[in-house]
């Protein structure tokens, strides 16, 4: 079982960035492929950045060159950078973890993206 525990939502203006963290509860941190969804109101959730474990990286095509994921495996963290946010940003993001056998969900925190 890891539990997952994000921070760092919040308000932010158009154009503005935000960093979203991810405490990872977990002794082998390091096995665990990251990743960061999101869901607006009314939307289905999306994958919006993927880290595995080998260090191969995607992103959704809307946050491209905008997001950036990475991870600290000595304090068991993951982020996600979001810099010249839009409105459409807005959602509440979820940390998510797996190994080849089971994912783990945070709880989510809100991101919204307004003047």
């Known amino acids: 079982q890891v539990r997952l525990v994000e921070s760092g939502g919040g308000l932010v203006q158009p154009g503005g960035s935000l960093r979203l963290s991810c405490a990872a509860s977990?002794?082998?941190?390091?096995?665990?492929?990251m990743a960061w969804f999101r869901q607006a109101p009314g939307k289905k959730r999306e994958l919006v950045a993927r880290?595995?474990?080998?260090?191969?990286?995607n992103y959704a095509d809307s946050v491209k060159g905008r997001f950036t994921i990475s991870r600290d495996n000595a304090k068991s963290m993951v982020y996600l950078q979001m810099n010249t946010v839009k409105p459409d940003d807005t959602a509440v993001y979820s940390c998510?973890?797996?190994?080849?056998?089971?994912?783990?969900w945070g709880q989510g925190t809100q991101v919204t993206v307004s003047s």
């Open positions: 977990t002794n082998d941190f390091t096995k665990y492929n």
């Open positions: 998510y973890v797996d190994d080849d056998k089971w994912g783990y």
């Open positions: 880290l595995e474990t080998g260090g191969l990286t």
